[in-house]
């Protein structure tokens, strides 16, 4: 029995409120009276808690009281005969429904309570800090590669990587291809595309070269990961000491520049040191571009994440904006990178871009199975209430990813993606069943949807999981993480279903037709489209005292007149077994129509309606 609070005036607001045993019909009900004991019982209690009494439209979703129907009771609300069930289906039916209907306070506390801890789980999730591993850690290739990462590691006087800077470069001009065809044959073996160069470059001014040589000494003193401030090579650096020993003097003449320049590139050590290596370039006898080299305190052979890199890579950007900045014309458009061979600056930002790229992937997923959820239930209540489980199941997971101590890499991004895709499943089965369901109020919806896809969505989530065990037997390493995600996701996903989601569902989940777009839309339809000659006609005499069709569901719940429930409308006659016919939510909204147009016609007293 549903009563509605006093001070709440909106339907949804309803509340459930168990009916004490104070009559001996109510007694007997609770024993397992026939329907028409009940509804006369509900007929007196319906005048005492001005509530509709939904009984009557069980029938019309699960026929009257025939071989595959029983009488409806308090033990059996929905009247079926449990010999056409399975075993599973009459768990759900007469154990697990009423545990829900009972303990749904306690059911959606101690998932809040969960849902909470996992939030702070998942808000620790770090980008990877190890280079990423493809076999599991027993295989022997596996160990192989740990072994010489952490017991043979490099040593600290050992090779460092390289940061760079350059001038001259603007960018790159890939034409038709991508930075992924980097080692094809189209690119012959290495990067694809050109460079594009700076047309403003022009180290030859006396102020660009004195310039140029202060980046390089600035830089190892000013930048706190060049190691021991030492320079690996600066061009302009190397050349000015030579023209120093040669008591030459520099900065060079402008128009002497380059001959000075090509007589010093000639040099053996020059040629092996810097054009050999493209450190410079020279074309026509011209510069393209110029670069220098620092030793940065980041080994070989060692992986680093976003977290240990980015300080580092800071510290260059700053340094590259305030030397841009005061930089002479020419020399002004200086930038920072690290050498092909190390790349540790791509490598962290690979890695941070996992993290962030994860997120926008399930977010963008979850928005996709928020607009499936409301096509599909076209209840916009019920798909709130099932993208908000959905959402629940995908931080669950994030947090059990925490917990068991896995980072974001590769593996990990791409199986956040599809966790979104799995978790969803059993929620939009049970929210689609709820608002397809004929019977009006939540209490009743509650076993139907228990009883109709109940046993299908925990067979469905049983499946997968086994199969899912399979996926853990691979040595891939990727295979193994994406089975423990997959059976991670449909336990938190069945676990929700059951749980929450249908206690949160027999709470504030729609009845009657609430919540339901289609109404909005033909609320909208109805105000765009013309109003007809027969429609204006039917609305003159509406406002004498008809009811309209789109208020008819305020007409449901019982009035103060008295017992004017919709199961006593209109006494039918019996067909033999003690039950009325069956009767749908629609028929009942016609009846309770046709009965407020009789009372404003006058072709029934006030007690009758």
Request: proline share 4%; hydrophobic share 40%.
């Amino acid at each position: 029995r549903y009563t509605k609070h006093k001070w709440c005036n909106w339907r949804f607001c309803c509340q459930p409120r168990k009916l004490g045993a104070s009559s001996k019909a109510e007694q007997d009900v609770e024993d397992g009276g026939t329907v028409e004991r009940q509804d006369s019982f509900a007929a007196d209690e319906a005048s005492k808690l001005d509530a509709p009494i939904p009984d009557d439209d069980v029938h019309a979703r699960y026929g009257p009281v025939t071989e595959t129907a029983a009488p409806i009771t308090r033990q059996n609300p929905l009247g079926i005969k449990f010999d056409a069930y399975g075993r599973v289906e009459t768990f759900l039916y007469k154990r697990f429904a009423p545990f829900v209907l009972k303990w749904r306070g306690v059911v959606l506390m101690v998932a809040f309570a969960i849902l909470a801890m996992m939030i702070g789980f998942a808000s620790q999730l770090e980008p990877e800090t190890e280079p990423p591993k493809w076999l599991r850690g027993s295989h022997f290739f596996q160990r192989w590669d740990d072994a010489m990462f952490n017991e043979f590691p490099t040593s600290t006087d050992g090779d460092l990587m390289i940061a760079v800077r350059v001038w001259g470069i603007k960018g790159i001009d890939r034409g038709d291809h991508s930075m992924f065809d980097f080692g094809t044959a189209d690119c012959h073996g290495g990067a694809c595309g050109r460079a594009v160069y700076d047309s403003a470059f022009d180290p030859s001014t006396t102020d660009a070269q004195n310039s140029l040589v202060k980046a390089c000494e600035d830089a190892a003193a000013q930048v706190s990961c060049v190691r021991l401030n030492q320079i690996n090579s600066c061009f302009m650096k190397d050349f000015r000491e030579y023209r120093l020993s040669k008591s030459q003097t520099f900065p060079v003449a402008q128009n002497d520049f380059y001959t000075a320049i090509n007589e010093y590139v000639a040099l053996p050590e020059v040629q092996n040191k810097y054009i050999a290596t493209k450190a410079v370039y020279l074309e026509d006898g011209k510069f393209k571009w110029i670069s220098a080299d620092f030793k940065i305190n980041y080994l070989w052979g060692r992986f680093y994440s976003g977290k240990d890199v980015f300080p580092c890579y800071d510290s260059f950007v700053d340094f590259m904006n305030a030397y841009n900045k005061g930089a002479p014309q020419g020399v002004n458009n200086m930038f920072v990178t690290s050498s092909p061979q190390s790349a540790v600056f791509v490598a962290a930002v690979i890695s941070d871009a996992f993290v962030d790229n994860s997120v926008v992937s399930v977010g963008v997923a979850l928005l996709i199975a928020f607009v499936i959820l409301l096509v599909s239930t076209q209840n916009w209540i019920a798909a709130f209430n099932a993208f908000f489980w959905v959402c629940s199941v995908v931080v669950s997971v994030l947090g059990l990813t925490w917990l068991a101590g896995w980072k974001i890499g590769v593996i990990e991004g791409l199986n956040a993606t599809m966790v979104v895709g799995f978790s969803v499943d059993a929620l939009v089965h049970f929210a689609h069943n709820w608002t397809e369901s004929e019977l009006a109020m939540r209490f009743h919806r509650v076993y139907s949807t228990l009883l109709e896809m109940g046993v299908s969505i925990l067979a469905g989530g049983i499946t997968t999981f086994i199969a899912s065990i399979f996926l853990c037997l691979t040595s891939l390493l990727f295979f193994f993480k994406f089975g423990i995600f997959v059976m991670a996701t449909i336990s938190f996903s069945l676990l929700t279903a059951f749980f929450p989601s249908m206690a949160s569902l027999s709470w504030w989940g729609p009845e009657y037709d609430y919540g339901d777009l289609k109404i909005i839309y033909r609320h909208v339809c109805a105000k765009v489209r013309p109003i007809t000659d027969d429609e204006e006609e039917e609305q003159r005499k509406g406002k004498g005292g008809a009811v309209r069709e789109s208020d008819t569901s305020n007409d449901i719940q019982a009035s103060s007149h008295g017992p004017s429930s919709i199961a006593l409308v209109e006494q039918k006659q019996n067909n033999g077994t003690g039950t009325k016919p069956p009767m749908k939510f629609s028929e009942m909204k016609q009846k309770v129509s046709a009965a407020a147009t009789g009372e404003a016609n006058g072709e029934a007293d006030g007690n009758n309606n």
